[in-house]
């Protein structure tokens, strides 16, 4: 659940924030995955993330590649239902496809 806390008054001043789906608002996977790699440092604590490659349409390929600054390879894989322990799995199938892969395949 998300909430929305007013700072300028008391501490029981929150209301909850209205659950909406991708489709709810007109959005597909894509559009989300598009504006996640566009804007990863935003999304992303980290200052130093990089998107370096986003999913290619019948491929398997996890939705966003991205490398910090040490190098290390980040992977995400974007769904618009609630997760499952199968998408845990493709995630780890990503992992052993990519995360020994040289700079030069990725």
Same mark, same amino acid.
């Given at each position: 659940?998300?909430?929305?806390?007013?700072? @300028?008054?008391?501490?029981?001043?929150?209301?909850?924030?209205? =659950?909406?789906?991708?489709? &709810? !608002?007109?959005?597909?996977? #894509?559009?989300?995955?598009?504006?996640?790699?566009?804007?990863?440092?935003?999304?992303?604590?980290? @200052?130093?993330?990089?998107?370096?490659?986003?999913?290619?349409? =019948?491929?398997?390929?996890? &939705? !966003?590649?991205?490398?910090? #600054?040490?190098?290390?390879?980040?992977?995400?894989?974007?769904?618009?239902?609630?997760?499952?322990?199968?998408?845990?799995?493709?995630?780890?199938?990503?992992?052993?496809?990519?995360?020994?892969?040289?700079?030069?395949?990725?």
């Amino acid at each position: 659940m998300l909430y929305r806390l007013n700072k @300028n008054t008391n501490c029981n001043n929150y209301s909850k924030v209205k =659950r909406v789906t991708l489709s &709810d !608002i007109g959005w597909k996977e #894509k559009d989300l995955e598009n504006l996640i790699s566009n804007n990863i440092q935003d999304f992303i604590s980290s @200052n130093d993330l990089m998107a370096i490659f986003t999913e290619r349409a =019948r491929q398997e390929e996890p &939705d !966003i590649l991205a490398l910090d #600054k040490e190098g290390d390879l980040y992977i995400f894989e974007l769904k618009r239902w609630s997760g499952k322990q199968e998408n845990l799995l493709q995630v780890l199938r990503y992992g052993q496809l990519f995360g020994k892969s040289t700079y030069d395949e990725l």
